[in-house]
């Protein structure tokens, strides 16, 4: 049998929806032991652990990636780090950008430091092509400038340069991936895919931020995990890679698309008030990554079918999420956006 990569993994945020998927990855892929950190915010849930949470390999800890001593217990004894932690909701950081900066600036420079004092071999970091800002024709490269334009994407941005601080200052084997939009099943249902679906088996209407003409690259959350283990295991310390997959479509189109697999009511798409400073277009180049390896394997027809497909059998995991923070937080939201 091939010699596992790592004798000892730290993810944190595995308890969140790619993070979730990646824990079952690497458990597949045989790494002896993986640690999740997750601080369980609203965004996360043992549920989406379930299946692997009793695993003889997995240890969980709830923890906060802000707080050295939780830290510092988690990562001793690690090869290796991969860092999904985060505050992910752009609606979110326009309401409370405080928090993007505690979690995803703040806790990813403790993160850093107290790797660095446990010397792994490798820390991944997560990042997203929003540290670009949008890319109205062509497609960002990781030699572009990053140009984040909301406090999610600042944040992220943010924690990059820390990233590679202390790989230029301390030597850490740092590595960044920047994924495009991610789908697929346990991702929480204020994000637009699952919002939408579980909208509309509940009869609700589907929001559409201002013509729903933006544009975003869909990436299905198993090619997501895959990409982050190739970067993983064959990225060159120092580098970032984007992972993206070409599969563009308009918010309008994917809505349109949701309408028709769930067999709903197209009246039900309804266009409100635009998010502020909303970014019209992402799009990457991964020809970086492409090079190490990996392709996109699922398409966007199959990943919404699939997503579909799940959602459907699932309402007992959503209509657990849906519960009164989110009802809350959809109040807050949406309250003040009447029609444009
Ligand atoms: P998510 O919101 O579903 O999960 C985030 C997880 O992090 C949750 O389990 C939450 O409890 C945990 N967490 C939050 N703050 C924490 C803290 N201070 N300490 C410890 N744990 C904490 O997010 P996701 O969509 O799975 O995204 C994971 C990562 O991938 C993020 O870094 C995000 O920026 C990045 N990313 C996401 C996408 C996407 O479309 N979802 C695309 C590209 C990159
Ligand atoms: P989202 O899932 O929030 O991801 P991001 O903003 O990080 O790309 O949103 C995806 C797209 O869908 C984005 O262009 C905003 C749009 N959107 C809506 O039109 N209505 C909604 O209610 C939400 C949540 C998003």
Redesign the pocket.
């Known amino acids: 049998m091939r010699q596992p990569a790592f004798r000892r993994l730290l993810v944190t945020g595995g308890a969140g929806f790619i993070g979730s998927h990646f824990v079952r990855l690497v458990l597949d892929q045989g790494v002896p032991e993986v640690v999740v950190l997750d601080k369980l915010t609203y965004a996360g849930s043992l549920r989406n652990l379930e299946g692997v949470l009793e695993h003889p390999r997995l240890r969980f800890l709830q923890g906060d990636i802000a707080d050295p001593a939780a830290v510092a217990e988690a990562v001793a004894g690690c090869d290796a780090v991969v860092n999904f932690a985060a505050e ?4 979110r950081s326009l309401l409370e950008p405080a928090a993007f900066v505690r979690t995803n600036v703040w806790g990813t420079m403790v993160l850093l430091e107290q790797a660095l004092r446990a010397g792994v071999r490798r820390f991944l970091h997560v990042s ?1 092509d ?1 540290v670009y800002g949008e890319v109205l024709a062509g497609a960002a490269r990781e030699t572009d400038p990053l140009r984040p334009r ?1 406090p ?1 994407a600042a944040s992220k941005a943010a924690a990059e340069h820390f990233a590679f601080a202390y790989r230029e200052s301390y030597q850490l084997p740092v590595l960044v991936t920047r994924g495009c ?1 991610t ?1 697929g099943p346990y991702q929480h249902p ?4 699952p ?2 679906i579980t909208n509309l088996l509940s009869g609700q209407p ?5 013509d ?1 003409l ?3 690259d869909w990436l299905y959350v198993e090619d997501h995990c895959r990409a982050v283990w190739t970067v993983l295991l064959y990225g060159n310390p120092g580098e970032a890679y984007n992972i993206g997959t070409g599969q563009h479509r308009p ?1 309008l189109e ?2 349109r698309r949701l309408v028709a697999l769930l067999d709903a009511d197209p009246s039900l798409i309804v266009h ?1 008030t ?2 502020p400073g ?2 019209r277009r ?1 799009a990457v180049d991964w020809s970086k990554l492409a090079a190490l390896g990996w392709a996109p394997q699922v398409s966007f027809d199959e990943g919404l079918a699939r997503t579909v497909a799940w959602y459907r059998s699932r309402v007992d995991w959503w209509s657990a999420r849906r519960d009164e923070t989110f009802a809350e937080y959809y109040a807050r ?2 309250r003040n956006r009447a029609a444009p």
Request: charge should be negative; aromatic fraction near 16%; glycine fraction near 6%.
């Open positions: 992910t909701h752009v609606d997203t929003e909301n999610y939009n789908y204020e994000k637009f895919i919002l939408a589907v929001p559409i931020y201002g729903g933006q544009e975003r918010n994917v809505a409100v635009d998010r909303h970014d992402y939201n949406y």
